[in-house]
């Protein structure tokens, strides 16, 4: 089967990062999507809303809606007040995490911000996907220039909206 994942590779896979200004020009993410940010480097971790799983982000110590929500390095998110009154009930500097028993410290929580203007696919549901270009050398992707028509029909494949070549013609890679 597929290698296990690891939990820092889990928190890329299902959410998204602000990585400090100071930090991010030496990151290595901004160009290479697969490599993992420090988490050092993360200001504030950015939830994908899923309406089907859980409409209201519950806090597991309060059982009530997350408010001033934090994140664990294990991917787990508390309001702020219940992981702060939970991290204070003991002398030492960390405690387990209430879910999942891996050690949470306070300096290591992050803001989390709950993204509800996007929603995870459900399976059976359609997606639109865009084409977009990153030019070589270039960091980041934007959408292709409009083509201008061509000159001669000879030889010419018809192509989708926007330029996008067709994948039926002859010349598509």
């Known amino acids: 089967g597929p ?26 993410a901004l160009y290479d999507p697969d490599a993992l940010t420090e988490w050092d480097k993360i200001e504030q971790v950015i939830v994908a809303h899923d309406a089907t799983v859980d409409a209201d982000h519950r806090c597991p110590i309060c059982l009530d809606t997350l408010r001033a929500p934090k994140i664990t390095r294990c991917g787990h998110a508390y309001c702020w007040h219940c992981i702060l009154t939970y991290l204070s009930l003991t002398e030492n500097y ?55 028509a061509p000159s001669s029909t000879k030889n010419h494949h018809p192509q989708q909206k926007g330029g996008i070549p067709s994948v039926h013609g002859a010349n598509a890679v």
Request: aromatic share 12%; proline share 10%; with cysteine.
């Open 3 to 28: 290698p296990p994942r690891t939990r820092d590779e889990f928190l890329h896979a299902n959410f998204r990062f602000v990585i400090s200004p100071l930090a991010a020009n030496e990151s290595r």
């Open 94 to 148: 960390w405690r387990c995490c209430p879910m999942c028993f891996d050690a949470v410290k306070k300096h290591d929580l992050r803001s989390v911000l709950i993204d509800r203007h996007r929603t995870i696919p459900s399976v059976g549901s359609s997606a639109t996907f865009r084409y977009v270009h990153r030019g070589r050398g270039s960091w980041f992707p934007h959408l292709p220039a409009p083509q201008a």
